[in-house]
């Protein structure tokens, strides 16, 4: 016989006689199923997390802040700024001649989850006229848009869904007294944006209602994603402002970077962690059918079988039942959080909720399959190796 011939032979003998060392081979196929049930979601949501940001970002967007400020809230733009930057050369207009611009005041509104009734913060923002002109991928889904002067509210789909008192005609208490839910405006179908998770009223109300003088922070849309450098230079060689201006995509990057970074940091501890205890107990398990089966080995060894051809068929072993752990873990993670919606910290401002869905996609179970089969190859590496080397003589002498 060949080596492949042999090595085929040897895979099969073992894998037909797996029933009768069923406790050790189920070590490494609930090891790894839980290694890869574990990890999936928690990439899933440093995956979901990313993709909402992402989607409201759109080129030619630009966000305009005073001078220094990193994020929106810590940010603050005068009236008579806001009046000299929706002039700025670059800024697209509409049919009518109007800019294109938003200048929006970012606070936080009190709200209960509803899976646990717990009290949380949602980012309220106020907008202006054009908020939603400029915005064309957030459609009214529900009821109508708020009329400006009133204490009145749009809430985004995703807010709706995971948070209570915002179905229409509801009353959310804020500042200055009860303000009504009157709308609902959702993204595109599987392009949901963190702006879903906000609530929206009229910028200036918003302003009276609180008592502040000066906005966050003023979006605006360019003549198109060429025009930035154009409107950045028109407003840093204006004397009357002390302003920064980014790019939309790479705003939406910045702000989020350090909740991007706690979600990787968690994937990365928790899937290390994991990967080493099911590394230890594929080796375990490994070592265990290696010394019950040293007779066995030994003798084919002795009747011509080589050591290679031993090596390789306990390697494939174990790959095989570290990939059978691999669709039992994917087929939990895809049952238990496919399609789920969660909400995090994350939002516009760093103690408001954040809402966005968890897909295990095909990218996520490459991963884990990957993970799997490279656990289960170093976990067998070695009791191969220990096999293929063992002594012929010794071992049918010691037995």
Same mark, same amino acid.
């Given at each position: ?11 099969? !003998? ?15 196929? @609930? ?18 997390? +990313? ?18 400020? !990193? ?12 009046? @000299? ?15 294109? @611009? ?18 949380? &913060? ?27 002067? &009133? ?25 200055? +007294?009860?303000?009504?839910?009157? +709308? ?75 909740? &991007? ?35 066995? !080995? ?102």
């Amino acid at each position: 016989m060949n080596l492949a011939s042999q090595t085929a032979a040897l895979i099969t !003998t073992g894998l037909r006689h797996i029933p009768q060392r069923l406790g050790s081979s189920l070590v490494i196929v @609930v090891g790894i199923a839980g290694v890869v049930a574990v990890l999936i979601p928690v990439l899933a949501m440093y995956v979901g997390f +990313g993709n909402t940001i992402r989607g409201d970002g759109r080129p030619d967007r630009a966000i305009v802040l005073s001078h220094e400020a !990193t994020t929106e809230y810590d940010s603050g733009l005068s009236r008579d700024s806001v009046a @000299v930057i929706m002039d700025a050369a670059g800024v697209r207009h509409d049919a009518h001649g109007d800019p294109l @611009v938003s200048a929006e005041v970012v606070l936080a509104a009190p709200v209960a989850r509803k899976r646990d009734h717990t009290d949380v &913060n949602v980012t309220l923002r106020g907008v202006s006229g054009q908020y939603f002109a400029m915005r064309p991928e957030l459609k009214l889904v529900a009821g109508r848009m708020f009329t400006p002067g &009133n204490q009145q509210l749009m809430v985004g789909a995703a807010a709706r869904s995971q948070f209570e008192g915002l179905e229409i005609g509801d009353q959310v208490r804020l500042q200055d +007294g009860d303000w009504k839910v009157v +709308g609902v405006f959702a993204g595109a179908p599987g392009a949901r944006g963190s702006r879903e998770s906000e609530l929206i009223a009229d910028a200036r109300t918003v302003m009276s209602a609180y008592k502040l003088d000066s906005f966050n922070s003023m979006t605006v849309e360019l003549d198109s994603a060429a025009a930035l450098p154009r409107f950045e230079q028109a407003l840093a060689g204006d004397a009357r402002l002390f302003v920064s201006t980014r790019g939309e995509p790479e705003y939406l990057a910045s702000s989020s970077r350090s909740v &991007n970074r706690m979600l990787h940091l968690v994937a990365y501890v928790i899937g290390t962690i994991m990967a080493l205890g099911a590394l230890f107990a594929a080796l375990n398990s490994m070592y265990s059918a290696v010394a019950a089966r040293a007779v066995e !080995t030994a003798t084919l060894r002795a009747m011509g079988f080589a050591a290679s051809a031993v090596a390789i068929a306990l390697l494939a072993e174990a790959l095989l039942l570290a990939l059978a752990g691999a669709a039992v873990g994917v087929a939990i993670s895809y049952a238990a959080v496919d399609g789920a919606t969660i909400s995090t910290l994350g939002g516009a401002l760093f103690d408001s909720q954040l809402v966005y869905s968890l897909r295990v996609s095909p990218g996520l179970v490459v991963i884990a399959i990957a993970l799997a089969a490279t656990l289960g190859l170093s976990g067998g590496l070695l009791p191969a190796i220990r096999a293929a080397r063992g002594s012929i003589a010794a071992t049918l002498h010691e037995k």
